[in-house]
């Protein structure tokens, strides 16, 4: 897995060291992961320092990077633990530091930390201007608004192109309702506050009207018997912009998700991979892969010049998803064949999907009976056994089941 790093650059989300590994399995440049602290994806598992270090440690052999978000809104008493972070992350390798704040730029300048700067979606960059004042302060690359049309972002590239500042854009995952995560329902609602990495998403859940005098009554705002959902964003999808936001110059890539799972992470950069790479690939055949992971219906967005109803999903609220994750193939070959780690009960003679870090789409007929790797015969296995894949596949490509 030895690659020269591309320009421009895909940048997958790492929540875990297993979700850092599998994004640069499927061939992401750059993975970006959040620490003990300071990393708003407060349950994203995370990775302590130690793990870092050999999550850095693994992106760098095989030459590419690795980002760390620090892109919380630290409260004052909170700059001194967050720049004891930055000092061990500097010295860890980090390539970079993913902040939002301000103050947080300001202090890591003053306390000598040398370490490239990226200024997180959280910050809501909306203009030339602003990226250009961010240049100022020696910020190396802003990631700008999801709020933002094409037309918008092609501005702002030709405004800041001599400034030598690096632009990013989103081109895929779940969105906020209001500015990125700029939102105090959760606060309100749950006491968990998103500004603080702690979202429960309830602009996901449905909602009744209920009048003051009658308690306990709740009137429905449903249009039809299955609710209402009425912040409900659909996941945005950038797959038809790719060609337009690589001619305008656009640096880095980024996919969304570091809550996902694995199938998720293989899955959607393995996509905006060879979207990336110029593989000419149908609107059509990008939504049925996409359909294979949980979804709640595909948008593209603010980058048309604005959004509509038909950007939110207001009927439903559970993403849905065409297929099941039901193994993956580990980095252990024997004589027998392919080992396969299952991850959801697979069946002895059934057919899967199987999906290759490379990109490759095939199906496999599982054996009938099912064989593990110590000799037993079985009608089904489930997690955690390892059982014999029917033919040689590569390790970390994916079997999944059609529904
Ligand atoms: S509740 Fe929804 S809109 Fe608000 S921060 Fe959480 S995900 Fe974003």
Not at 62 to 87: C, Q, S
């Amino acid at each position: 897995m030895k690659e020269v790093l591309a320009k421009p650059e895909l940048t997958a989300p790492g929540g875990t060291l297993e979700k850092l590994t599998w994004a640069a399995h499927y061939r992401a440049d750059c993975v970006y992961f959040g620490t003990e602290f300071g990393s708003l994806r407060a349950y994203a598992g995370n990775l302590t320092l130690d793990e870092a270090a050999n999550g850095l440690d693994f992106l760098h052999k095989n030459r590419k990077k690795g980002f760390v978000t620090l892109n919380i809104y630290p409260f004052t008493n909170e700059y001194k633990k967050l720049i004891d972070i930055a000092g061990k992350l500097k010295e860890i390798g980090a390539d970079a530091l993913i902040v939002a704040d301000m103050g947080l730029i300001f202090e890591l300048k003053k306390a000598g930390i040398n370490i490239p700067i990226h200024v997180s979606t959280q910050a809501n960059t909306t203009s030339s201007q602003t990226v250009l004042a961010y240049r100022q302060l020696g910020v190396a690359r802003v990631n700008l608004a999801r709020e933002l049309s094409f037309e918008q972002i092609k501005q702002i590239r030709k405004d800041t192109k001599d400034s030598g500042v690096e632009l990013e854009v989103f081109i895929h995952g779940a969105v906020c309702f209001s500015y990125s995560g700029r939102c105090a329902i959760s606060d309100y609602l749950t006491g968990r506050r998103a500004n603080r990495g702690e979202c429960t998403h309830p602009c996901r859940w449905g909602y009744s009207l209920v009048e003051e005098s009658r308690p306990g009554e709740f009137i429905p705002v449903f249009e039809d018997e299955r609710g209402q959902y009425l912040f409900n964003s659909k996941d945005l999808a950038l797959f038809e912009y790719v060609e337009q936001l690589k001619e305008i110059g656009i640096d880095s890539f980024k996919i969304e998700g570091r809550m996902k799972s694995v199938h998720y992470i293989a899955s959607i950069v393995s996509l905006y991979r060879q979207l990336l790479d110029g593989k000419k690939i149908s609107p059509d055949e990008c939504l049925k892969l996409l359909s294979r992971v949980k979804n709640r219906g595909y948008t593209t967005g603010f980058m048309k010049g604005s959004i509509t109803p038909d950007d939110y999903s207001t009927k439903k609220s559970q993403p849905k998803s065409a297929a099941v994750f039901v193994g993956d193939i580990v980095d252990e070959q024997i004589e027998a064949g392919s080992v396969c780690h299952v991850r959801n009960k697979i069946f002895a003679g059934e057919k899967l999907e199987v999906l290759t870090p490379t990109g490759e789409i095939s199906e496999i007929t599982m054996p009938s009976p099912l064989k593990t790797a110590d000799g037993q015969q079985l009608e089904y296995a489930n997690n955690p056994q390892k059982i014999i894949a029917g033919q040689k596949l590569p390790a970390y490509a994916i079997l999944r089941r059609i529904i």
